[in-house]
């Protein structure tokens, strides 16, 4: 199975998924109402900042969304103050300011941002069971969940330096594809439906320079695949 690389473009369980969803729908679809000002959201957590240890600590936790994630909200709101694009969505921010110099800096953190809120909703508590319609589509797409997993893994240690593995829909296909920094698939015209921060911030407190172990764990404990298989379903 073949791995795809996006490059950044030259210059450049029911329940509290449920609420994550509702949360996270307001950065990935839309930031304001035509006409009115845009705001990037930090979304709510739809689980307690321990509960996904001991794989992902509290404190890892602390750091990574509580500094990391709100972070990039805070500058993307700083940067877009008067940048002409009231109203936009995330997503069209994203499209519209992607390969563009002058637009770096919103590019950046509104892609952070909306790749953040994406992140921490793909995961839940006693997460990494695969089944159902989306066992099938992995299964059609991969040979079988375990070459997923593997192919996965491969993307997310082949990755050098920052960035992000990604499963996406491509059309009707899923791939595995990976981005560098704050890129994003949907500056390509692909859809996520999971992901995994391979930044060293999203790890390095728990396991060092150990990312196979941590990208492992996320995909055995912790990805919340009915989030993934809601993503597919809305994509129909």
């Known amino acids: 199975m073949k791995k795809h690389y996006i490059k950044r473009r030259h210059h450049l369980h029911k329940g509290l998924c449920l609420f994550g969803l509702m949360g996270l729908a307001l950065l990935l679809t839309g930031c304001g109402k035509t006409g009115e000002k845009t705001s990037i959201v930090l979304e709510p957590l739809h689980y307690k900042m321990d509960a996904l240890k001991p794989y992902i ?3 890892t936790m602390r750091v990574h969304y509580g500094k990391h994630y709100a972070g990039y909200v805070d500058k993307a709101n700083q940067f877009l103050k008067g940048g002409g694009f009231e109203g936009k969505t995330a997503d069209e921010i994203i499209v519209l300011t992607a390969g563009k110099k002058e637009y770096t800096a ?5 892609a ?3 790749n953040h809120a994406f992140f921490f909703t793909c995961l839940k508590p006693d997460g990494g069971t695969v089944g159902g319609e989306l066992a099938d589509r992995i299964i059609k797409s991969f040979g079988s969940i375990e070459t997923f997993k593997q192919e996965f893994l491969k993307a997310a240690n082949s990755r050098f330096g920052s960035g992000w593995t990604w499963l996406v829909l491509d059309g009707e296909e899923l791939k595995i594809v990976t981005t560098a920094n704050a890129d994003t698939p949907i500056a390509h015209g692909l859809r996520p439906v999971f992901t995994v921060d391979v930044w060293e911030h999203a790890y390095y407190l728990d396991y060092q320079n150990r990312r196979a172990d941590f990208v492992e764990n996320v995909l055995n404990h912790l990805a ?6 809601s993503r597919l379903t809305s994509a129909k």
Do not use: K, L, R, T
Request: aromatic share 24%.
């Open 112 to 114: 952070q941002a909306w």
């Open 106 to 110: 919103i590019f950046n953190n509104v």
């Open 57 to 59: 600590s509290d404190q």
């Open 224 to 229: 919340d695949w009915d989030f993934v298989s």
